[in-house]
């Protein structure tokens, strides 16, 4: 084989490798930049490209989709001195590759730290409480700030999220015991407020059973007024009824009135609480001379029907006749 015919080989061999060299295929999801004796030309987008052999070469192949980085634990100072321990998670993407390869070196290392350093002035600027309270608004600030600081990285921060907020021990003890006084101090003020709505229901129970009652008696003592009204009515109506049969000369109706009441009387004097015993030594024949009257009257009254009932009482019992009237006897224990 002669020089010549090596030459063409070798040149052949050159041009089908510079023609490999030139053609790049980028895949999905990245963006390679391009330097041309190492100042930066072009961005290769996803697919393939071409470049040129010798003179291009591949700067940097940037991530360009959404990345999320550890924010490690540090120790914040809150504006109330206590010191809680704190770490999060940041989530970025790369918009630009150029400025994510060529402003900033480091970008993974960049954006923890300046992540870091906000956490502590966002938090440091908040109680304790407040900072347990109010994760949303810690989140929300420190991405406004973080993703001011990196834009012109060509960087978009969408997220940055605190993982955990650790209090030292002892003030969680203490916020432990503060969360149970705060809850026996509810307990008993629920409590309270039931003992003061039963005591005030049942206030309004006896209220309305008084008046209720009250309501009865009013009502009792109308009606037992009524009846002695009317008792005294009839008292009157008997009374002036005797008093006509007098004036009249009927000397029956006196004694029924008289044997009426001189009945009663002893009907009482037995049904007295404080008697366990009574003797009562009377004449019998004045009380059937005074049923006697009763008779009369009742005679005169109803006719033949009451007179055999009464006759019927004289054979059984001997009653004297009506004539016979003796006045009650007196009244001995």
């Given amino acids: 084989m002669s020089g010549f015919e090596i030459f063409a080989i070798a040149l052949v061999l ?7 060299a ?45 990345q999320a980085v550890d924010v490690p634990q540090q120790e914040v100072i809150t504006k109330d001195n206590a010191t809680v321990t704190v770490d999060g998670l940041a989530f970025y993407q790369v918009f630009d590759a150029a400025k994510a390869s060529y402003e900033v070196a480091h970008l993974d290392q960049a954006i923890i730290k300046l992540t870091m350093t906000n956490i502590r002035s966002v938090m440091g600027a908040m109680d304790l409480d407040q900072m347990l309270s109010h994760r949303d608004e810690i989140n ?21 999220e605190i993982k955990d907020i650790v209090p030292p021990a002892n003030l969680v003890a203490s916020m432990s015991k503060q969360m149970q006084a705060e809850r ?41 007024a009524e009846g002695r009204e009317r008792l005294a009515q009839a008292e009157a109506k008997a009374t002036e009824m005797v008093s006509e049969s007098i004036a009249k000369g009927d000397v029956a109706a006196l004694n029924y009135f008289i044997a009426d009441k001189y009945i ?3 009907g009482q004097l037995a049904e007295s609480p404080n008697q366990k015993v009574l003797m009562l030594p009377i004449e019998t024949t004045g009380v059937l001379g005074s049923l006697a009257g009763i008779g009369e ?14 006759a019927a009482a004289r054979r059984g019992g001997s009653v004297p006749s009506s004539g016979a009237t003796p006045s009650p006897p007196p009244l001995q224990r």
Wanted: no cysteine.
């Fill in 14 to 20: 050159l041009g089908i490798f510079t023609v490999f």
């Fill in 140 to 160: 929300e600030r420190l991405l406004r700030v973080v993703d001011a600081a990196v834009s012109p990285w060509g960087v978009k921060v969408n997220r940055i």
């Fill in 22 to 66: 030139g053609v790049k295929t980028v895949p999905q999801g990245y963006d390679w930049t391009i330097e041309r004796f190492g100042k930066y030309t072009r961005t290769l987008s996803p697919g393939l490209n071409l470049i040129i052999p010798i003179f291009d070469r591949i700067g940097h192949k940037v991530n360009v989709m959404e």
């Fill in 264 to 266: 009663k009387a002893f």
């Fill in 297 to 310: 009257i009742a005679r005169a009254t109803f006719g033949e029907s009451a007179a055999s009932a009464t």
């Fill in 184 to 224: 026996e101090k509810r307990a008993e003020i629920l409590t309270a407020e039931g003992q003061r709505q039963a005591a005030i229901l049942r206030a309004e129970g006896e209220k309305q059973a008084q008046i209720l009652e009250a309501e009865g008696r009013r009502e009792a003592a109308f009606r037992d």
